[in-house]
C-alpha cells in the first residue's frame, strides 16, 4: 500500500517540501523524510499531551523514525485532504493516515500538522522543516500501541 502525493502546478517552496516529506512516509523512507528536516531548528511536538510524548529534535526523531518506526511498519499512507498556508513559512494540513504493522496491526487515524519552515542553508534547495506540530487522534495510537503490546507478547510466548 502506498501513495504518492502530488502538488499542484502552482505549489509554494514549503509545499513542495511538504510533499516531499509525505512521500518519503509513504515510501517508509528514511532519508527522504528527514532530509525535508532543519538540521538546527527541527522540532517535532506530537498532541494530545496525554500521550505523553516528549518533544523530538531532529537528532532525536531521526533515530526513532529509523529505529522505532519505519521497521515495525508493513505500510504507512498518509492521504492529504487539505492544505491551507497562511504565510509563506507555514503549512497547515488535515490527512488520513491508514498504516499496517508487520505483526498485522491497523492504525487508522487523522491528522493536523501544522508546519514552519526556514530557508535551506543550500541555495537553490526547497525550504526545510523547522518546526512541526501534530495533533492526532489519541484513542487511535493508544489502541494501537497495545494491540502491538498484545501481539509481541504472544509472539514472545510462542517463541520460548
Do not use: C
Amino acid at each position: 500500500m502506498s501513495s504518492n502525493y502530488v502538488v499542484p502546478p502552482n505549489a509554494s517552496p514549503a509545499h513542495r517540501t511538504f510533499a516531499k516529506y509525505v512521500n518519503g512516509l509513504n515510501a517508509l523512507d528514511v532519508d527522504a523524510i528527514t532530509t525535508t528536516m532543519d538540521d538546527e531548528k527541527f522540532m517535532w511536538s506530537m498532541f494530545p499531551t496525554s500521550l505523553h510524548i516528549p518533544p523530538l529534535s531532529k537528532a532525536q526523531a531521526v533515530p526513532y523514525i529509523k529505529e522505532a518506526f519505519v521497521p515495525v511498519m508493513n505500510s504507512f499512507v498518509f492521504t492529504v485532504l487539505t492544505v491551507t498556508e497562511p504565510n509563506s513559512s507555514t503549512l497547515i494540513s488535515h490527512l488520513q493516515g491508514e498504516a499496517v504493522s508487520k505483526l498485522g496491526n491497523v492504525l487508522k487515524n487523522e491528522y493536523l500538522i501544522v508546519l514552519n519552515f526556514v530557508p535551506s542553508k543550500v541555495e537553490g534547495e526547497l525550504p526545510k522543516i523547522s518546526t512541526y506540530t501534530e495533533f492526532m487522534d489519541s484513542k487511535a495510537v493508544t489502541d494501537f500501541h497495545a494491540a502491538e503490546a498484545e501481539a509481541r507478547a504472544k509472539a514472545g510466548a510462542v517463541a520460548y
